[in-house]
């Protein structure tokens, strides 16, 4: 995953290839794949689609942009154009939510979350992961500068290279912190945290999310589970 990680923005299908298998295979160790229903809020293009499908779901993509829609030239067939915070699914009607790096890029992280909540069924499965603030890649195409402040790490950036980030800080790119998600989780009473671990790393670190301040800068990314009651 992290020799696919570095080709990101240069070679998006082979990262997003990657991490789509990887993602069946994480979601699938929680909840019951085959037939079920699963809503991928973030989709995009619909780099997911094939992977879960080949394990039996039911796929449902969802983006707020067009263009991100049709990335990979025409709209894959049953992509939803919308909002991750106002999700246009009702309430209690798919299996598994399921959204792969996109909290970091919504300004209200407990609104979408709360979302994807809320059109899971009781006993449904909610698998959120998002690449952590202050992990190296916090910044994303601005990192490690975003350790001194995301308005710095951005200038920086369109002084270097003349123009502004696919990233930009306070726009489309938030800081978004392991403790803060962990918190809402646990104050919602309409979920049960299965399990939080860094997303990429071997089994054997999974400590790492229980440590305070050491799992803002070691998780990278972070995966949480949630079931609904």
């Known amino acids: 995953m992290f020799r696919a990680f570095r080709s990101e923005q240069s070679d998006p299908d082979l990262f997003y290839g990657a991490l789509a298998d990887d993602s069946a295979r994480q979601v699938a160790s929680y909840a019951r794949l085959s037939g079920a229903t699963l809503l991928d809020v973030g989709g995009g293009p619909g780099y997911f689609a094939d992977a879960f499908e080949a394990v039996g779901a039911r796929y449902v993509g969802l983006d707020p942009d067009v263009g991100e829609l049709s990335a990979r030239g025409d709209m894959r067939p049953g992509m939803l154009l919308g909002s991750g915070t106002e999700l246009p699914i009702r309430t209690s ?17 407990d609104a979408m979350l709360a979302e ?114």
Not at 93 to 109: F, G, I, K, M, Q
Not at 166 to 186: C, D, I, M
Not at 193 to 198: F, G, M, S, T
């Open 93 to 109: 009607t798919v299996d598994v939510c399921y959204s792969s790096n996109v909290l970091e890029h919504v300004a209200r992280p």
């Open 116 to 229: 994807m909540v809320r059109v899971t069924k009781p006993g449904g499965i909610v698998f959120v992961s998002y690449t952590t603030w202050l992990s190296p890649w916090g910044g994303h195409e601005t990192s490690p500068w975003h350790f001194l402040g995301g308005h710095y790490a951005r200038r920086r950036y369109v002084r270097r290279h003349g123009h502004e980030p696919k990233n930009r800080y306070s726009e489309t790119l938030f800081a978004v912190s392991v403790g803060s998600v962990l918190r809402w989780a646990r104050q919602c009473s309409d979920v049960i945290v299965v399990d939080a671990l860094p997303r990429y790393h071997p089994w054997w670190a999974q400590w790492i999310v229980r440590i305070p301040g050491l799992r803002e800068i070691a998780s990278w990314n972070l995966a949480m589970v949630l079931r609904k009651r």
